[in-house]
């Protein structure tokens, strides 16, 4: 359910989300408290909520909404809601976080439900696992590839606010690997096979001998010359 962030993230949070959420200030909020980003937590099917230390009141307060968390200290004067700053609720209740070291620092832009794009620099990766319940019965989207999201997290560069978006929604702009001129990728989403394994279902094993060798169709060990 948890998962720590990145140290000494630096942000701002509208005050008026931590004042409950029905007090909650889509739109400008003149009161921003600087914090720092600490960790997140997903529940299955729901927005992740993010903990964050506030130095202020030597505190953390540990379920921020998204879009109360911004880089900048001072918030944009229109609304920004959940669907402009991510795609996908969690799949999972066990995240995982690491940093695609390639992509490190990489311009990045998305296009969001609402059909605006917004652009930043990559920051850090969140997947998911299996339950943590490894006795249960897992049926849900993080076990099916054709289903299965990450979200890869940067600070849009106009707003200031935390977003995040999968890779079918997001375009990379490598400094020195990138083109300038960016077409539409003709990819497809990935379905596995019918035989999608690098195993023979059917058989035991190769060979009664415990020495991890078995003999090809001429009865030489593979390997061998």
């Given at each position: 359910m948890y998962v720590n962030l990145p140290s000494y993230t630096h942000v701002w949070v509208k005050q008026s989300f931590l004042q409950g959420p029905?007090?909650?200030?889509?739109?400008?909020?003149?009161?921003?408290?600087e914090a720092y980003l600490v960790g997140m937590r997903c529940t299955t099917y729901?927005?992740?909520?993010?903990?964050?230390?506030v130095?202020?009141?030597?505190?953390?307060?540990d379920k921020v909404m998204q879009n109360a968390i911004f880089n900048k200290p001072e918030s944009p004067d229109?609304?920004?809601t959940l669907k402009q700053v991510a795609w996908w609720d969690c799949i999972s209740d066990n995240p995982v976080l690491y940093r695609k070291q390639m992509m490190t620092n990489c311009r990045v832009t998305m296009q969001n439900r609402c059909n605006e794009t917004m652009e930043g620099t990559?920051?850090?990766?969140?997947?998911?696992?299996?339950?943590?319940?490894?006795?249960?019965?897992?049926?849900?989207?993080?076990?099916?590839?054709?289903?299965?999201?990450?979200?890869?997290?940067?600070?849009?560069n106009n707003t200031g606010v935390l977003c995040c978006g999968p890779n079918n929604k997001m375009r990379w702009f490598h400094s020195s690997l990138g083109t300038n001129n960016t077409?539409?990728?003709?990819?497809?989403?990935?379905?596995p096979p019918q035989d999608f394994s690098h195993e023979d279902k059917y058989k035991l094993g190769y060979s009664s001998a415990f020495d991890y060798?078995?003999?090809d169709a001429t009865n030489q060990k593979l390997g061998e010359q």
């Open positions: 029905q007090e909650f200030l889509e739109t400008k909020d003149a009161n921003m408290l729901e927005p992740p909520l993010y903990e964050v230390y130095p202020q009141y030597n505190a953390c307060y229109k609304a920004i990559y920051l850090f990766t969140v997947d998911y696992n299996r339950p943590y319940d490894q006795s249960a019965v897992h049926h849900n989207e993080s076990k099916f590839w054709q289903e299965h999201k990450s979200t890869n997290y940067f600070f849009d077409e539409r990728p003709p990819f497809n989403v990935f379905n060798t078995f003999q």
